[in-house]
């Protein structure tokens, strides 16, 4: 069985964190794991989950004054890739992955129950996003929608929807856009694969795009998280880059899960209930918010509403059947992405 430790990463801001990384020397002592929480998240949440750990951590010292000390560890990547990590046994006791179709994967894999979004409110999304165009100042390709991104001479970033959820929902957003324009398949194929023939980088997670498009200076037009433009707009300096809200996106809702069989082996339900729960709260939806995750709370949403452009959003469920339907057509083996990446497109 692998075991896992702890190591420093470095952010693509700068910012120096704590990740956890398969290895075959590394372990957890016994006295350890009992008071460590293990978050296994996406790549957009690095600093949302910075701030709400510590708010959490300072709740829980208070309601549990003599207890060990609790701790959380981080680890952050492509969530498609976080979910196999988990499945192929990294110890996460939960999961805040980017769509629930990686949750799914992870509790077709056994390690929790098949209906674990009725477990807690929202179908266990107690935040949502949406997907954005980020361009250099001045827009100087003039991008103003999801068209201008398939112009001659426009060259995209986006992450590979085979590793990251947060691709997956780019992805999704731009085929129903075009079928909504163009009106069926063949047409949202059409314009889908020529837009990812101007992808310029294809990377793993959305932090990777980020870094290529905003550090590395490539491409024109980032398609990204609506809270990781914002992000880039406040951490890498004024002047810089500018968020266009296209007239139509996707309803974004990244998922949150415990994984029951890891938190059985390592004594951590109550932390790992109590931290779930936490995330529906006034202290974390206003951290969502002002981290620009749109919060669930309708309250703190209302404080918050000049922070969040409004736009059309459609949800995979009414556009797509669901995940499973749309993980199927687009994303399994030999789907639509497949065989546009190959040049098979009609």
């Known amino acids: 069985m692998r075991t896992y430790g702890v190591m420093a990463e470095s952010g693509s801001f700068g910012v120096t964190r704590r990740v956890l990384l398969a290895g075959a020397a590394a372990s957890c002592a016994p006295s350890q794991a009992s008071t460590q929480l293990v978050n296994v998240s996406y790549d957009a949440t690095r600093e949302l989950y910075d701030e709400i750990n510590a708010v959490f951590l300072a709740r829980w010292a208070e309601a549990h004054a003599g207890a060990p000390e609790l701790k959380i560890e981080m680890s952050h990547g492509g969530s498609g ?32 129950p098949a209906g674990w979004r009725a477990r807690l409110p929202n179908n266990s999304a107690p935040y ?34 085979k590793t990251s959820g947060g691709a997956r929902w780019n992805y999704l957003a731009t085929w129903a856009y075009a079928k909504r324009a163009y009106g069926d398949d063949a047409s949202a194929r059409d314009f889908v694969g ?16 980020m870094t290529t498009f905003a550090q590395r200076q490539i491409g024109d037009v980032l398609v990204a998280w609506e809270s990781e433009a914002y992000l880039a707009l406040e951490e890498l300096g004024p002047g810089q880059f500018e968020i266009i809200t296209p007239s139509l ?11 029951d069989a890891n938190v059985a082996k390592h004594g951590m339900e109550a932390a790992a209930d109590s931290y779930l729960q936490f995330l529906y709260q006034p202290d974390a939806q206003t951290v969502a918010a002002r981290r620009h995750f749109r919060p669930s709370d309708a309250a703190i949403m209302a404080q918050f509403a000049d922070s969040f452009q409004p736009l059309e959003l459609i949800t995979v469920d009414s556009t797509f059947g669901g995940w499973q339907a749309a993980h199927n057509a687009h994303f399994a083996p030999a789907g639509e992405f497949d065989r546009m990446m190959a040049g098979a497109l009609p």
């Not at 192929?88 to 509790?107: E, H």
């Open 128 to 161: 949502t996003s949406t997907v954005v165009f980020m361009v250099r100042s001045g827009n100087p390709k003039q991008i103003a929608d999801w068209p201008d991104l398939v112009r001659e001479g426009v060259s995209v970033v986006t992450p590979n929807p």
């Open 81 to 112: 890739r976080q979910a196999r990590a988990v499945i192929d046994g990294l110890g996460a006791d939960v999961v805040t992955l980017a769509t629930p179709f990686d949750i799914d994967a992870i509790a077709n894999a056994g390690l929790l």
């Open 194 to 209: 020529n837009l990812y023939r101007r992808v310029a980088v294809l990377d793993t997670g959305a932090r990777g795009a």
């Open 249 to 259: 996106s996707v309803l974004a809702e990244p998922a949150v899960a415990k994984v």
